[in-house]
């Protein structure tokens, strides 16, 4: 008799084990279908992530990953292989239309080289393009959005707003120390 109740057992845990099967299909199509949602997320950050470009000397890597884009300017995400960090590519295409923005651009270039504050973006290096008429340069990247930006999403307490004010009055100081004296004329939450 013990040996029916055993056969008993094993029928009924085998027809457990096909419906457990049929179940366990379910999760599979499931996870088929969450593979290919992560294939797809992988496949565009190896495209965002791919090498398009380096600078003359090498150093700067360009990814395909553009971060920002104004009336003349390109922003893409970029590699510093001398220090290892995530650094920001400029791009600025030269055309007889914006000549004024590119030569203001470029005296802007030769003052942001020569400065060292913890509150201005720091400046890594710069070049033309001959063959795109573009000119390029690297500086410091910034991901975190604008102050109107912060200040749409997030509470913003009076402390922090002392703490940006005490960092801007910083810089503004650190450039009118200098002689002759560096003026911003375009500050704003943007």
Sequence with gaps: GGEEGEE????????????????????DE????????????????????????????GRFCRFNQLLGEGSFKK????????????????KVKI???NMADTKRTLQELTILQQ????NII?????????????????????????LKDFIRTRPVTLRILKRWCRHILSAIVYLHSHDPPIIHRDLKCE
């Excluded at 220090?83 to 400029?90: F, Q």
């Excluded at 890594?124 to 604008?146: D, P, Q, R, V």
Aim: glycine letters at 6%; a negative charge.
């Design 122 to 146: 720091h400046f890594f290096a710069s070049w033309l393009n001959k063959e795109t008429m573009t000119l390029c340069f690297i500086t410091e990247i910034i991901t975190s959005g604008t």
């Design 30 to 57: 499931e996870d088929d279908e969450e593979e290919y949602e992560d294939d797809d997320f992988n496949i565009q950050l190896k495209r965002n992530m791919e090498v398009v470009e380096k600078s003359p000397k």
């Design 95 to 97: 055309t007889p239309n």
């Design 8 to 27: 008993e057992e094993e029928e009924e845990e085998g027809r457990g084990g096909e419906e457990d099967d049929e179940e366990e299909d379910d999760d």
């Design 115 to 118: 400065l060292n504050h913890p």
């Design 75 to 90: 922003v893409y995400r970029a590699w510093d292989s001398k220090t290892g960090i995530e650094v920001a590519w400029n």
